[in-house]
T-cell receptor
């Protein structure tokens, strides 16, 4: 089964609102990463948070990690139409040399 | 140069054809990856090369054959594919060492259709 599960599967909000996406995972990790994918294109790395970190910021993005609950959240503040995309969390399992991607959240920002 | 390039962008092939996908990066990354992505699904790892050596093969069928001729290039040779192999094939690269400790840079992908 997938290591990362995301919710919601789809999210539609108005421009200017905040968007929150959640990711849960099952086993211990080294780090957790968030990626964005515009329709049919390659993925763009957004942020990496290590297992000993609890929160990171990058511009309008805020990521939290709760290793006790095995969960992470991505908050996009003041959303823009250009934020419309699919967002994936990806986990690096302890001892593994690869990333495992969650199912993704499809975010739509309505003008 | 922080770009990963992939050619071709689109590829249509028959089940008896032989074709190759190409990926190139000039960021000095020594880890390179092939992923397969079906519509509305997450990318699935196929292969990882580290320092030009195959380090991970995720039990991919032998009709997919990867090759890493040098530190900047990664190829995926395709032969006798099936229609269910139609997907977006993504190449990525990252800094050397353990693949998942670093962010990965993705190319735009090759949209493959097998008839």
């Amino acid at each position: 089964s997938q290591q990362g599960e995301e919710d919601p599967q789809a999210l539609s909000i108005q421009e200017g609102e905040n968007a929150t996406m959640n990711c849960s995972y099952k086993t211990s990790i080294n780090n957790l990463q968030w990626y964005r994918q515009n329709s049919g294109r390659g993925l763009v790395h957004l942020i990496l948070i290590r297992s000993n970190e609890r929160e990171k910021h990058s511009g309008r993005l805020r990521v939290t990690l709760d290793t006790s609950k095995k969960s992470s959240s991505l908050l996009i503040t003041a959303s823009r139409a250009a934020d419309t995309a699919s967002y994936f969390c990806a986990t690096n399992l302890m001892g593994a040399q690869k990333l495992v991607f969650g199912q993704g959240t499809r975010l739509t920002i309505n003008p | 140069d922080t770009e990963v390039t992939q050619t071709p962008k689109h590829l249509v092939m028959g089940m008896t054809n032989k074709k190759s996908l190409k990926c190139e990066q000039h960021m000095g990354h020594r880890a390179m990856y092939w992923y397969k992505q079906k519509a509305k699904k997450p990318p699935e790892l196929m292969f990882v090369y580290s320092y030009e050596k195959l380090s991970i093969n995720e039990s991919v069928p032998s009709r997919f054959s990867p090759e890493c001729p040098n530190s900047s290039l990664l190829n995926l040779h395709l032969h006798a594919l099936q229609p269910e192999d139609s997907a977006l094939y993504l190449c990525a690269s990252s800094q050397a060492g353990l693949a998942a400790y670093n962010e990965q840079f993705f190319g735009p992908g090759t949209r493959l259709t097998v008839l």
